[in-house]
């Protein structure tokens, strides 16, 4: 059973950093592109932040390039993002997404529950 687990939300005041965690199971998570995404009250999803394979690239949207970081632990089927220099405006339910296509051209698309970031003083 595909399983992923958003962690590490919480309110911050503007300035501050968190670090949001995405435990995953049931696939190979080596092998897989993940991304972080967020969603505020009355917007529609916003990709935040890609990362490809174990020497690949990393991508983010320009409202968080150069505040935030996406990384990962293979060993531990887990993929983090780094949020500094928070701002009210990146408050949002930020969820871990893992998604590819197989062989025979069939999809897959799986979703965590989501962690609330909310940014204010």
């Known amino acids: 059973q595909v399983q992923l687990v958003e962690s590490g939300g919480g309110l911050v005041q503007p300035g501050g950093s968190l670090r949001l965690s995405c435990a995953t199971s049931?696939?190979?998570?080596?092998?897989?592109?993940m991304t972080w995404y967020r969603q505020a009250p009355g917007k529609e999803r916003e990709l935040v932040a890609v990362?490809?394979?174990?020497?690949?690239?990393?991508s983010y949207a320009d409202s968080v390039k150069g505040r935030f970081t996406i990384s990962r632990d293979n060993a531990k089927n887990t993929v983090y993002l780094k949020m500094n220099s928070l701002k009210p405006e990146d408050t949002a339910v930020y969820y871990c997404?893992?998604?590819?296509?197989?062989?025979?051209?069939?999809?897959?698309?799986?979703w965590g529950q989501g962690t609330q970031v909310t940014v204010s003083s």
């Open positions: 990362i490809t394979i174990p020497g690949g690239s990393t």
């Open positions: 049931g696939f190979t998570f080596s092998s897989r592109t």
């Open positions: 997404n893992a998604a590819w296509v197989g062989g025979r051209g069939e999809e897959y698309d799986y």
